[in-house]
């Protein structure tokens, strides 16, 4: 069995005085979740999301910097 483990990515928009979220989307088509966490917290809380519910997290954060 293989183990894979989460590559976090932050969003290229992330310059916005530290208030960002990282995402695993690596682990969306083998887990059928994208875990998501606070970068100021890498060892904190994971929120696990499916990915139509972090699409939908992802559509609201860009029109809410409209």
């Known amino acids: 069995m293989i183990s894979e483990s989460p590559r976090w990515v932050k969003s290229s ?4 005085g530290g208030q960002c979220i990282e995402a695993a989307t690596n682990l969306a088509a083998s887990r059928g979740v ?3 966490r606070d970068s100021k917290d890498p060892d904190g809380p994971v929120l696990m999301l499916y990915p139509a519910a972090f699409a939908g997290l992802v559509e ?3 029109r809410a910097a409209l």
């Open 13 to 16: 928009y992330s310059g916005n």
């Open 34 to 36: 994208v875990p998501v």
């Open 60 to 62: 609201f954060a860009r």
